[in-house]
């Protein structure tokens, strides 16, 4: 299995490697064209441009086939086939790129797995290491990596890290599906902090979003309500919500995954 730290290490290696690669075939082209005519007048400078454009055809298709390799993982990890994304990630970040947006996209993939196998610190460590990197037309990575990082900065117990994350997405532009995110893992780390009456803020809005959540994740984000609300002296809208929670989920398995909503269901 392939390690975090080892993932990062080969990435910067070879972004290292693709970036000279490219400068040297540039140099080439350039010494085509005002070199080669000086040091071998004989020799016809559209030899060296179609030796230099035959090993640019090359590398491009060697790097489309990793792009292709790391295309497929997101599907593979959807469906839980994790031993097959990994193998996609491991083999798409061991072949040669000419390009940084397929050894990027496979780290984000990498870290997409770790966090899925549940895997906190690994997955933070990724996700810390690909927004350290300069994205370009990757930009759009940045919102998907910063809430996966406060969500494994949650599990690990780092509410520091936690808030810096999502700090960093306020104001931004989400799509719907980072909105949900977004709003699953706030409210995780507002209960943290019993950030109980900007919990409630808003409820009904939020209510509306958590029902396009999948049904866990809506029994989850409804039972979170469903505490603060409890603890802000709403008892009518906190029974509401426990009973919308109960519909979607089988309590001892949210109790099991947030023991703090153990206080909705005394006894059980």
Same mark, same amino acid.
């Given at each position: 299995?392939?390690?975090?730290?080892?993932?990062?290490?080969r990435l910067r290696r070879d972004l290292t490697v693709?970036?000279?690669?490219?400068?040297?075939?540039?140099?080439?082209?350039?010494?085509?064209?005002?070199?080669?005519?000086?040091?071998?007048?004989?020799?016809?400078?559209?030899?060296?441009?179609?030796?230099?454009?035959?090993?640019?055809?090359?590398?491009?298709?060697?790097?489309?086939?990793?792009?292709?390799?790391?295309?497929?993982?997101?599907?593979?990890?959807?469906?839980?086939?994790?031993?097959?994304?990994?193998?996609?990630?491991?083999?798409?970040?061991?072949?040669?790129?000419?390009?940084?947006?397929?050894?990027?996209?496979?780290?984000?993939h990498l870290a997409l797995l770790r966090h899925a196998?549940?895997?906190?610190?690994?997955?933070?460590?990724?996700?810390?290491?690909?927004?350290?990197?300069?994205?370009?037309?990757?930009?759009?990575?940045?919102?998907?990596?910063? *809430?996966? /990082? %406060?969500?494994?900065?949650?599990?690990?117990? #780092? &509410?520091?890290?936690?808030?810096?994350?999502? $700090? @960093? +997405?306020?104001?931004?532009?989400?799509?719907?599906?980072?909105?949900?995110?977004?709003?699953?893992?706030?409210?995780?780390?507002?209960?943290?902090?019993?950030?109980?009456?900007?919990?409630?803020?808003?409820?009904?809005?939020?209510?509306?979003?958590?029902?396009?959540?999948?049904?866990?994740?809506?029994?989850?984000?409804?039972?979170? *309500?469903? /505490? %603060?609300?409890?603890?802000?002296?709403?008892? #009518? &809208?906190?029974?509401?919500?426990?009973?919308? $929670? @109960? +519909?979607?989920?089988?309590?001892?398995?949210?109790?099991?995954?947030?023991?703090i909503l153990a206080e909705l269901w005394p006894g059980?």
């Amino acid at each position: 299995m392939l390690s975090a730290e080892a993932a990062i290490t080969r990435l910067r290696r070879d972004l290292t490697v693709g970036s000279l690669v490219k400068g040297v075939l540039l140099a080439s082209i350039f010494a085509s064209f005002f070199v080669l005519p000086y040091v071998a007048p004989k020799v016809d400078s559209t030899i060296g441009l179609l030796v230099v454009g035959f090993i640019w055809l090359a590398l491009t298709y060697t790097s489309a086939r990793g792009s292709r390799l790391a295309a497929d993982s997101p599907a593979l990890i959807a469906s839980g086939d994790f031993e097959e994304a990994e193998r996609h990630i491991d083999l798409a970040l061991r072949s040669f790129s000419l390009f940084r947006t397929a050894k990027l996209q496979s780290l984000h993939h990498l870290a997409l797995l770790r966090h899925a196998q549940r895997r906190w610190q690994e997955a933070a460590l990724l996700c810390q290491a690909l927004l350290g990197q300069r994205l370009g037309s990757l930009q759009g990575l940045s919102k998907p990596s910063r *809430l996966l /990082l %406060a969500d494994a900065m949650m599990e690990l117990g #780092d &509410l520091r890290g936690a808030h810096e994350a999502l $700090a @960093e +997405l306020h104001g931004q532009r989400l799509s719907l599906n980072e909105t949900l995110n977004l709003l699953a893992v706030q409210l995780d780390y507002e209960s943290r902090v019993g950030a109980w009456a900007a919990m409630i803020s808003g409820v009904m809005s939020k209510v509306q979003l958590a029902e396009l959540m999948p049904a866990i994740n809506a029994a989850r984000a409804q039972a979170m *309500l469903a /505490l %603060a609300a409890r603890k802000a002296g709403r008892p #009518d &809208l906190s029974d509401w919500l426990r009973k919308r $929670a @109960e +519909l979607l989920s089988d309590v001892p398995a949210l109790q099991k995954e947030r023991p703090i909503l153990a206080e909705l269901w005394p006894g059980r």
